[in-house]
């Protein structure tokens, strides 16, 4: 088996680290939908709920890959015709890993903005009264008080979308990124030795999501200090 | 726009909408069968009993389901006695591949749903029924399942939405379900816009008519929760 893959180590290891390097970057993209969506559900106004709740309705009605096509080759089209209406003579194209980041950060903001959303609301309200009464502003409040609290009502489904999103990625080899799956896909094809490749695939990502679920541990661990169990 | 693009291939789209149902609701019933003795003995205090089923679950929830299908549709082929053995015509078969898929996907994560609502069998009913002279297979019979199928309702309603969306995977390895169906149309038209907007609709439908269902089965099953109406 070694005498197989040993050549395309190298490829494999690019294409883990396109995967982690689209983890993370979606991920950061979803925290910060999933914390705008959050405070759109939670305030007052009219507006801000319904175009959150729209959103959230909409992502969780359309499977990823069908959402990242019609970003990745509508976003194109969009962005184009509306720079052309701007009467700018440029084209500008994006890229699969743009897209796939844009169109996965898009999807997970939505179960971000619910995770962040429960959080929320489990922090004592008698905290935040405290907090305003002490006279912070609201960044402090979300600084000092509220998000280190959140946190550790977030993390358990948190750690959860992280998980469900680290595997959505190999969806975007379809779209041409090269991924960990696109790269082994082709090494694959060339060896004809497909089972291997994506056995060495499967081993990888369980690497990643056993790294993962370790640290979630860890982390969860050390936001509950403080709480008392029984 | 060209909607009529979309109309003119209805039939189509049909098609795939009656594809996406029949693989999502057989794999969905063939996973819920293999999931009941497997979340049984995944329960069980016997390690011997209970270490396969976890490393079953451990991969199949923790890789993709992309790279679940490649390995059985692209990958056994690469193995000779499967291609000379009596089941490599069914295997050939990318209907097959995904159904198998499928099934041992989904029935993975729901031997996991079934094993945290068994476990959360309160005991004194797992006590009453050994006073009453049960015996083991009567227990779980009359009282572990029917609870833990009530507890496990609302994840599995998710499962099932988690299922639909994950079906799309069909589509890439050229099945004709809606992802299939619209990108078929968009090989034939270059309409990726509309054609993939027409299988969104779609999807948001079945996802609709599932919260529907299980909203339905909630008010039924959990109607000893519900807060009392004077």
Redesign the interface.
Known sequence: MLEIVGPYIPLILKGTWVTIAVSLVSLAVACLLGLLGAWAKLSHSKLANTVAGAYTT?V????????M??IF??GQ?GINSLVEAMGWDIYIEIDAFTAGVVSIGFIYGAYMTETFRGAILAVPKGQIEAAVACGMTRPTIFRRVLGPQMMRFALPSFGNNWLVLL?????V??LGVQEL?YNA?SA?RST?????F??V??VI??IL??ISTTALRWAEHRYSVGVRRA | MHWDVVLDNWQLLLQGLWTTILYVSASLALGLILAIPLSILRSSSNRFLSWPVWAFTYFFRGTPLLVQIYLIYYGLGQFESVRESFLWPVLREASWCALIGFTLNTGAYVTEILRGAIQATPYGEIEAATACGMSRAQTYHRIIMPGAFRRALPAYGNEVIFMLHGSVVAGVITILDIYGAAKKINALTYTYFESMLAAAVLYMLIVYLITRVFKRAESRWHAHLRPRTE
């Open positions: 909409l969780r009605g359309v499977p990823d890959l069908v959402l096509t019609i080759f509508g089209i595997k959505t990625t190999a969806l080899s379809v799956v896909f694959g004809r030795e497909m089972f291997t994506m056995l695939v499967c990502y369980l999501t056993t």
